[in-house]
C-alpha cells in the first residue's frame, strides 16, 4: 500500500486525523519527512499536510513570544524582533533547507540534527502540543523532549517563549567540522539572566550529547547565584559533563564529543565574562 | 493509489503533471516534464543539486511535496537562458571555469540566482554563505565564488532577474 496524501484546514482536524491512524505523519517542511520517504524508510500510510494560517503565525510584540510550528528559519531570520534567535536559526542547513525547516520540524529531529530545539530548551520555552482531544496545552519543552525520547507521538501547534531581558545573556554556539554548514559536533545555548553581576535562573543546553536536546544542570548548579567570573566558569567546566551521553556517529565519537565539550563550553562562557 | 493532478508555472509555462500523492517535485520535473536541469543527488538535503526556485524562494525539489506546489511559480535551471542567450551566471560560470564535472552546477546557478535575485551586490562572504548547502566535489569553491561575484559586477540590473 503505497503512501497516500491527506490535507488538514486546521489544527484540530490535524489532531484528529492523526489520533484516529497512527501509520499517519505530519509533514511540515519536508526535510525530515520526505527525507524518510526517499530513502525507503517511509513506504506506507499517509502524509498530512496543514494548510491552518495559524500553523505558521508569529505574535513577536511584546516579551512574550509565540511562534506556531509551520514558521520557518528563514522567517524567523527575517524577522528583527527574533535577533535573539537568529544564531541558532542560521545553525540549521543552508539558505533552502532554512526556507524549508520548521520549528516544529526540529522538535522531532533526531541527534545531530535540532540545534534549533536547544536554544529553545535554554530559553525554557513552552511547546503547545494537541493529543487529538480538545484544545492545545502548554508542556515545558523539556517534559515534551521527555515524551519524544519515549516515543509518544504529539501534534505541535508551536510554541511559547519570553524574550531574554537582556540579549547579551543569551547565547548560542554550534561546533561542526564544515563551515559554514555541517552537522554538530555538538551544540551548546546558555541564558545567564543577571551574568553582569549574579546569575539567576541559569539554563544551558547541549545538543548532541544525547538521544535528545537535554539540561546541562551540573552547570546550571555550578553557575547559580554565581558572578560570570573565572572560579564560576571553572566549577562549570568541572561540572560539564555531568548526565551526558553522546552518540557515536559519522561526525564525532563519543569519546571526541565529551573531549571537546568542556573546553567549548569555557570558551561560550568565557565571551561574556 | 490513485494519482493527484498537480498544475503550476514552470520557467513561465503553465504545466500540469499527475503525481503520486508522496512524490517529491523533482520526480515530477524530471519523469513527469521532461526538465532534467535539477539533479538527483543525495535525496536527504545535503548535496543541493536539486535546488529550485518555488515563488522566488530557493528550495530543495527532492524534500518538497509535488502535491504542495499546486499553483505555484517554479524556476529551474533550464529557465535561466533566454533562448540562446546565457544568462550572466551562466557566462560567468564559464569564463571562470565554476563547472567541471557539472552534476553541482544546476544548484550552483540556481542559488546564485537566488542570491542575486535579493541582493545584487553581495560580499564574498554572503557568496559563501549562499551556496552554503549545495556540494561541489571539483573546483573547491573558489571558482563558484569568482564566478558569482564577477557575475554580480557584471550584471546590468535588468538581467538580474
Known amino acids: ?273 | 493509489m490513485a494519482k493527484v493532478p498537480v498544475q503550476f508555472r514552470l520557467n513561465g509555462s503553465d504545466r500540469a503533471a499527475f503525481a503520486d500523492p508522496a512524490d517529491n517535485l523533482l520526480t515530477v520535473l524530471r519523469r513527469g516534464l521532461n526538465d532534467f536541469g535539477p539533479k538527483y543527488g543525495c535525496g536527504q538535503g545535503t548535496c543541493g543539486t536539486c535546488s529550485v526556485l518555488i515563488d522566488g524562494e530557493l528550495r530543495l525539489s527532492c524534500l518538497t511535496l509535488a502535491a504542495a506546489c499546486e499553483g505555484a511559480s517554479i524556476e529551474t535551471v533550464s529557465g535561466m537562458a533566454d533562448g540562446p542567450n546565457l544568462h550572466p551566471l551562466q557566462n560567468a560560470f564559464m569564463e571562470h571555469f565554476a563547472a567541471q564535472c557539472g552534476f553541482c552546477t544546476p544548484g550552483m546557478l540556481t542559488a546564485a540566482k537566488a542570491l542575486l535575485d535579493r541582493n545584487p551586490n553581495p560580499s564574498r562572504e554572503e557568496v559563501i554563505d549562499a551556496i552554503a548547502g549545495n556540494i561541489c566535489r571539483c573546483t573547491g569553491y573558489e571558482p563558484i565564488i569568482q564566478a558569482i561575484l564577477s557575475a554580480a559586477r557584471g550584471m546590468p540590473a535588468q538581467r538580474r532577474s
Do not use: C
Open chain 1, 1 to 273: 500500500m503505497p503512501l497516500a496524501l491527506r490535507v488538514a484546514q486546521s489544527l484540530s482536524e490535524a489532531a484528529g486525523i492523526l489520533a484516529a491512524d497512527p501509520r499517519t505523519r505530519l509533514l511540515s517542511g519536508g526535510t525530515l519527512v520526505m527525507r524518510d520517504v526517499n530513502e525507503g524508510r517511509l513506504t506506507d500510510g499517509t502524509l498530512l499536510r496543514i494548510t491552518d494560517p495559524a500553523f505558521r503565525q508569529m505574535q513577536v510584540s511584546g516579551n512574550r513570544i509565540e511562534l506556531g510550528a509551520g514558521v520557518t528559519m528563514a522567517a524567523i531570520l527575517a524577522n528583527r524582533e527574533l535577533a535573539f534567535l537568529h544564531a541558532p536559526a542560521r545553525a540549521v542547513g543552508g539558505p533552502a533547507i532554512r526556507n524549508m525547516a520548521t520549528i516544529g520540524g526540529n522538535l522531532f529531529a533526531e541527534t545531530p540534527y535540532g540545534d534549533f530545539t536547544v536554544a529553545l530548551l535554554a530559553l525554557d520555552a513552552q511547546v503547545m502540543v494537541l493529543a487529538g482531544y480538545g484544545s492545545a496545552r502548554a508542556m515545558p519543552l523539556e517534559e515534551f523532549l521527555a515524551g519524544r525520547a519515549r516515543g509518544e507521538a504529539r501534534l505541535v501547534a508551536g510554541i511559547q517563549l519570553n524574550r531574554p531581558q537582556n540579549a547579551a545573556d543569551f547565547r548560542f554556539l554550534k561546533v561542526s567540522r564544515v563551515k559554514p554548514k555541517g552537522l554538530s559536533v555538538l551544540s551548546i545555548a546558555t541564558h545567564l539572566p543577571g551574568s553582569s553581576s549574579r546569575i539567576g535562573q541559569a539554563r544551558v543546553a547541549y545538543g548532541a550529547m544525547g538521544p535528545v536536546p537535554m539540561r546541562a544542570r551540573g552547570v546550571e548548579r555550578a553557575l547559580e547565584s554565581k558572578a560570570l567570573d573565572a572560579g564560576a566558569i571553572a566549577a562549570a567546566r568541572a561540572a560539564a559533563l555531568e548526565g551526558v551521553a553522546p552518540a557515536t556517529d559519522a561526525i564525532a565519537t563519543d569519546w571526541y564529543r565529551r573531549e571537546v565539550l568542556p573546553v567549548h563550553l569555557v570558551r561560550l562562557l568565557g565571551e561574556r565574562a
